[in-house]
Nanobody
């Protein structure tokens, strides 16, 4: 079975950092793009980042310059490094994967989702 397990969430003060991990099993890791999404209270879910097997990345305008994403094929793991955090970054962060061979639009219409990890930025 396909499993996506997120870790690394928690509570940090404004200006702090976190590193989220998404470990994937049950599929051929390099055949999938991996995206991070977040949902803040009272807001719709939004895309945060996307990374393909070759390492190319996309980041949303709201996190560009503060967050980075990377992947480690040997560990079947994708990371999201969150720096210079603000309260507006608070929310549940989800990872999701997309089959690159059947994808219509990159990192839209994801095939499998994790259960999410809470990130809270507060003083």
């Amino acid at each position: 079975q396909v499993q996506l397990v997120e870790s690394g969430g928690g509570m940090v003060q404004p200006g702090g950092s976190l590193r989220l991990s998404c470990t994937v099993s049950g599929l051929t890791f390099d055949d999938y793009a991996v995206g991070w999404f977040r949902q803040a209270p009272g807001k719709e879910r939004e895309g945060v980042s996307c990374i393909v097997s070759g390492g190319s990345t996309w980041l949303s305008d709201s996190v560009e310059g503060r967050f980075t994403t990377s992947r480690d094929s040997a560990r079947n793991t994708v990371y999201l490094q969150l720096n210079s955090l603000t309260p507006e970054d608070t929310g549940v962060y989800y990872c999701a994967v997309q089959d690159l061979d059947t994808a219509d639009t990159l990192c839209k219409g994801m095939d499998y989702w994790g259960k999410g990890t809470q990130v809270t930025v507060s003083s």
